[in-house]
């Protein structure tokens, strides 16, 4: 069975929203875009988003910096999204959506499915989940820390609706960023960079215990989302001897378990990354570069047909974009879509 999966990090949805229901109030025609009111501004960005998934025409969406939910359950992730595909006609598909646990923040993660090809579960571990803290040993020195998930990680069980087969297991991540956002001394700024990275890698750490299970109990597995990290080497990967995208994909020591990335490794050029998934400005150099920092990898039993990133800046395989569909690409998030034909 051919699918295919995509992931997008779509940019704090929640300020799409109003007491749970969709901003819908789109600027006069002739209204230049430098004088639209908040609210046109933010009707906009939907409709561009929506251009983009409508493009997109995946089974399965993960979606990163989804809407919120509150903790009491009176506004959720999946009721706001559902209601803002109806508002902005996203028809193509019979399109649901299902969340896992609530985050502490207020972003979560979903999934966009197709309802008529696809029984998708929330289905977390009973023990060891990714809503409760865990121990890791991030330094390999035989000393294990306690961590928790800021946005736990959603597990899925995907079903093909036909026949109610289970064709895989899925997990979406949002995981630690590395960055620094507080003002803060050279030696500050250090202190906290290894803390985020050591943060980063335990999430991974954790992800992938979860793959390893899977895969040996005869399951097919799907990893993605936006991991904050990529397959370069930086400063902090040096000193580190690891990467968080290298922990997810898994160790030469166990080449069965090895997760393959649809979209491979990037190659490093003048600006960055090449393929590129969004953009960043460094803290203290102010230099402008490109990362590959949202990622599809999957277990070596499901076949990859093709793959991509929708950035229409640099990617040779977008380029016969139209113009409306470049402008949603450049200005609906400060991410690119990263997507996959697979088998299973």
């Known amino acids: 069975m051919k699918l295919k999966v995509a992931e997008y990090n779509m940019e704090w949805m929640k300020y799409l929203f109003v007491n749970g229901l969709p901003i819908n109030v789109p600027p006069p025609a002739n209204k230049p875009e430098e004088d639209w009111n908040e609210q046109e501004a933010l009707t906009v960005k939907s409709q561009r988003l929506i251009t983009v998934l409508r493009h997109i025409d995946a089974d399965i969406i993960a979606v990163v910096e989804g809407p919120d939910t509150l903790a009491n359950g009176s506004k959720t992730a999946k009721a706001q999204l559902e209601a803002w595909m109806t508002t902005f006609n996203l028809t193509n598909r019979n399109y649901k959506v299902i969340e896992g646990f609530t985050s502490r923040g207020q972003q979560e993660l979903c999934a966009i499915y197709d309802a008529d090809k696809l029984i998708v579960e929330h289905t977390p571990e009973g ?18 820390e306690q961590y928790k998930h800021f946005r736990p990680p959603v597990e899925l069980t995907i079903k ?68 904050n990290d990529g397959m370069g080497s930086d400063f902090y990967e040096n000193r580190f001897g690891k990467s968080a995208i290298e922990i997810l994909l898994g160790t030469v020591y166990e080449p069965e378990l090895i997760l393959k990335s649809a979209l491979g490794k990037p190659k490093l050029g003048k600006y960055g990354f090449s393929p590129s998934s969004s953009s960043f400005t460094d803290t203290i150099t102010k230099n402008w570069f490109t990362v590959l920092i949202d990622h599809i990898l999957v277990s070596q039993d499901i076949k990859i047909d093709s793959s991509g990133v929708l950035n229409p800046f640099i990617e040779p395989s977008v380029t016969n974009l139209d113009q409306p569909l470049k402008d949603a690409l450049k200005k609906g998030s400060d991410h690119f879509p990263v997507y996959a034909v697979i088998e299973v």
């Not at 500050?188 to 960079?193: D, V, W």
Request: charged share 35%.
């Open 127 to 144: 023990n060891n989940s990714f809503n409760e803290p865990f121990l890791a040993d991030t330094l390999e020195q035989s000393i294990k």
């Open 160 to 227: 093909n609706k036909a026949d109610q087969k289970k064709l895989f297991k899925m997990i979406i991540a949002h995981a630690k960023s590395k960055g620094i956002f507080d003002r803060v001394d050279y030696a500050r700024y250090e202190h906290l960079s290894d803390l985020n990275r050591r943060k980063l890698y335990a999430e991974c750490m954790h992800m992938r215990q979860r793959a390893d299970k899977w895969i040996k109990e005869g399951d097919k597995v799907l990893v993605t989302g936006d991991i």
